[in-house]
């Protein structure tokens, strides 16, 4: 008789790069078991379920998680390792690391992978000088600041008016852009 192994299925895939990724922050931090418990008012054995990758959470749970580590929710599903083509950015771009060495408040809270799409842009003439990727970065932290604000009104009483408001705005645009073309 022979055992045919199943390939693992989404969840246990999602499951074990969650495991990692955590792991991989918490090194990076320096973090304890019993700091990332206060920091996300999550139960001990949830968290080490997590780190082994033999639970499957909820999202309530990878929001707090990722609230608590103090990173986004898609950075716990990012696949490990650095890409040719993200290494490549990185090597021929070298403000965007200066900048974040120099300027770390800017980019508290930034993902590796949003550093890294902030490496793969460019200026005129080559790679971003250091007052274009601080520029950048202002300008990506002004558009998640309003997005907490979207998000904030969305579960408001107030999401309706969002809503409308934002169909409307997004008429306009749609109607100047066909306009420009013509």
Same mark, same amino acid.
């Given at each position: 008789m022979s055992i045919v192994a199943t390939p693992p299925s989404r969840q246990q895939r999602d499951a074990a %790069?969650?495991?990692?990724? $955590? =792991?991989?922050?918490?090194?990076?931090?320096?973090?304890?078991?019993?700091?990332?418990?206060?920091?996300?008012?999550?139960?001990?054995? %949830?968290?080490?379920?997590? $780190? =082994?990758?033999t639970n499957n959470p909820h999202a309530r749970t990878l929001h707090k998680l990722a609230q608590g580590l103090d990173v986004p929710v898609d950075e716990l599903f990012q696949a490990s390792g650095m890409s040719p083509q993200r290494a490549f950015d990185e090597a021929t771009n070298p403000a965007v690391e200066n900048a974040v060495q120099v300027h770390a408040e800017i980019f508290h809270g930034w993902s590796d992978a949003e550093i890294s799409e902030l490496a793969s842009?460019?200026?005129t003439g080559g790679p971003l000088t250091e007052a274009g990727v601080l520029a950048a970065a202002e300008a990506i932290n002004a558009k998640r600041a309003l997005l907490r604000q979207v998000s904030v009104i969305l579960e408001s009483g107030e999401s309706e008016l969002l809503s409308e408001f934002v169909k409307l705005l997004y008429q306009r645009i749609r109607v100047t852009a066909s306009g420009d073309s013509q």
């Open positions: %790069t969650v495991a990692t990724n $955590v =792991r991989r922050l918490m090194a990076r931090d320096g973090l304890t078991f019993q700091e990332i418990v206060e920091a996300t008012g999550l139960d001990e054995r %949830t968290l080490r379920g997590l $780190v =082994r990758g842009q460019f200026g």
